[in-house]
């Protein structure tokens, strides 16, 4: 079973900021907070990972609270592309011989 | 374009019938794994190859299900017997052990389609 909680679904305006929420309140200390995104009719697609600390890169930043039990993924401007189901995945690092274990994620349709 | 790709991308069966789905990883990309999607849920395991060796397979594999990388490059995924029930997108996934994040890159995956 998936080990995070995420709303079903968001809404969000053209050029706004997205910001979906994920409760992982039984992460473990080795592991990191992972977040993939699924455009429709297409395999996910990884965006970013964390572990404690606060992630930028070129597509999303993640914030990490810090008793780690949850985490926000923000799209500083979401654009009508970034319409997708957004997946938060709990996973310890280096562990690639163990899967992805996906839950049903957060549907964010933006809408112009 | 150098990423993962899968054939076919659709595929309308028989119920009874044998299929077969082919998935092409990254070229340098020794990690391959194969997942389930259907509808309205997300992605579910099936099963792990590093490099040429099956490492794990899920309980939701059940034996009329077989995948095989022989020569530690592309896949195959074959279901026997098919079921309406075997119905739903099959995804393949491969990443590079040497990186320490392991990220996984996914195909387009291939609908399958029992009638």
């Known amino acids: 079973d998936a080990k995070t909680t995420q709303p079903p679904s968001m809404d969000c305006a053209e050029g706004r900021a997205a910001n979906l929420p994920c409760n992982h309140s039984t992460i473990s200390g080795n592991e990191y907070v992972y977040w993939y995104r699924q455009i429709h009719s297409q395999g996910p697609q990884y965006i970013i990972h964390?572990?404690?600390n606060n992630e930028t890169n070129e597509m999303a930043s993640l914030i990490i609270t810090e008793d780690r039990k949850s985490s926000t993924l923000i799209l500083p401007h979401a654009t009508l592309r970034d319409t997708a189901v957004y997946y938060c995945?709990?996973?310890?690092?280096?562990?690639?011989?163990?899967?992805?274990?996906f839950g049903k994620g957060t549907r964010l349709s933006v809408i112009a | 374009d150098t990423g993962v790709s899968q054939d076919p991308r659709h595929k309308i069966t028989k119920r009874g019938q044998n299929v077969t789905f082919r998935c092409d990883p990254i070229s340098e990309h020794n990690r391959l794994y194969w997942y389930r999607q259907t509808l309205g849920q997300g992605p579910e395991f099936l099963t792990y190859f590093q490099n040429e060796a099956q490492l794990e397979k899920s309980r939701l594999l059940s034996d009329r299900f077989s995948a095989e990388r022989p020569k530690g490059s592309f896949s195959t995924l074959e279901i026997q017997r098919t079921e309406q029930g075997d119905s739903a997108m099959y995804l393949c996934a491969s990443s590079l052990s040497s990186l320490a994040d392991d990220e996984q890159y996914f195909g387009p995956g291939t609908r399958l389609t029992v009638t």
């Open positions: 995945i709990v996973r310890a690092f280096n562990s690639g011989n163990t899967p992805l274990v």
């Open positions: 964390g572990l404690k």
